[in-house]
């Protein structure tokens, strides 16, 4: 069975351009997360999708991220304007429903995004 | 891929030896603990996991230990390989709100 995959595996734009990441998750699992590390730091939490609806948002950075899930499929998140800070790996994960709340979340490799 | 943090705590062992990675947590209503394990150009994989309820949980040559009174895990590896090199993140999750808190990473390197 395919894990979970993210496109590109890397992305160098200028600052003040846009860019848009790509997840597909496992198939069949409901949800989906996004998260960030920026360099030597922790993997920071920034949106969680169930299904094609945003359960928690509350890790997005500003409103120059926008995440979507048309469908409950695939999941975009599209940065525009892109600024120096956004620099950083953005991982996905999927996860399907577990017991008492405890899924395991399933990781893609992620996205390296550099802003110049 | 994603390279290594320049600025990760690192613990280096000699192959063959026993590593110690440590961990603290933060939120009291976490009860459920994960280690990810990191390799470079990869995403984080799973490792191990413990519920809030148990204090030690065993894998094939890793030991998660739990210490709920001082918010701490620890990975305990045994028999240290080169192909365990990579970095290791902690996790903790309420399971209530299923987010996941990562902390910083420990980077494990495996002297030959």
């Known amino acids: 069975e395919a894990g979970v995959t993210q496109f590109p595996s890397h992305s160098v734009i200028e600052k003040g351009q846009t860019v848009t990441l790509r997840c597909d998750p496992i198939?069949?699992?409901?949800?989906l997360y996004w998260y960030r590390r920026v360099m030597g730091k922790e993997i920071k939490f920034l949106l969680h999708?169930?299904?094609?609806?945003?359960?928690?948002e509350s890790g997005m950075p500003n409103n120059r991220f926008l995440a979507e899930r048309t469908g409950g499929t695939y999941s975009t998140l599209k940065v525009q304007p892109a600024e120096l800070e956004d620099s950083g790996v953005y991982f996905c994960?999927?996860?399907?429903?577990?017991?008492?709340?405890?899924?395991?979340?399933?990781f893609g490799p992620g996205t390296r995004l550099t802003v110049l | 891929g994603e390279s290594v943090g320049l600025h990760l705590p690192t613990l280096s062992v000699q192959e063959g030896d026993n590593s110690i990675i440590n961990c603290a947590y933060s939120?009291?209503?976490?009860?459920?603990f994960i280690w990810y394990k990191q390799e470079s150009g990869k995403g984080p994989q799973f490792i191990i996991d413990?519920?809030?309820?148990?204090d030690k949980r065993q894998g094939q040559r890793v030991t998660v230990l739990l210490n709920k009174t001082v918010k701490h895990l620890s990975l305990q590896i045994a028999a240290t390989q080169p192909g365990d090199s990579a970095v290791y993140f902690c996790?903790?999750?309420?399971?209530?709100?299923?987010?996941?808190?990562f902390g910083t990473g420990t980077r494990l390197k495996v002297l030959a």
């Open positions: 994960a999927s996860s399907q429903e577990g017991l008492a709340g405890q899924n395991e979340q399933f």
């Open positions: 996790a903790e999750v309420d399971s209530g709100t299923y987010k996941y808190i």
């Open positions: 198939s069949g699992h409901d949800n």
């Open positions: 939120n009291s209503a976490s009860d459920y």
């Open positions: 413990i519920r809030s309820n148990m």
């Open positions: 999708f169930v299904k094609e609806s945003k359960q928690d």
